[in-house]
């Protein structure tokens, strides 16, 4: 599932990169991924609609195995 999970996180990096962001894959335990926001997405006011609205639910869409995401520092 780390494959599955990684795959979809390069599909979604062009996008927070094209806002001076971006986002490393942290872990993937019992469908808790755990995700780093970086560049201009960490300490953004909007990251966590980033990480549940945009990163949480794209994830979801693609890998149904995935449960939740989390931000980790």
Do not use: H, W, Y
């Amino acid at each position: 599932m780390q494959e599955e999970v990684q795959a979809v996180i390069d599909k979604i990096r062009p996008m927070l990169q094209a806002d001076g962001g971006d986002v490393e894959l942290v872990s993937v335990d019992n469908g808790v991924v755990k995700v780093r926001l970086q560049g201009a997405c960490r300490g953004c006011p909007m990251s966590q609609i980033t990480l549940k609205n945009g990163i949480e639910k794209f994830l979801k869409k693609e890998v149904p195995e995935v449960d939740r995401v989390e931000g980790v520092d």
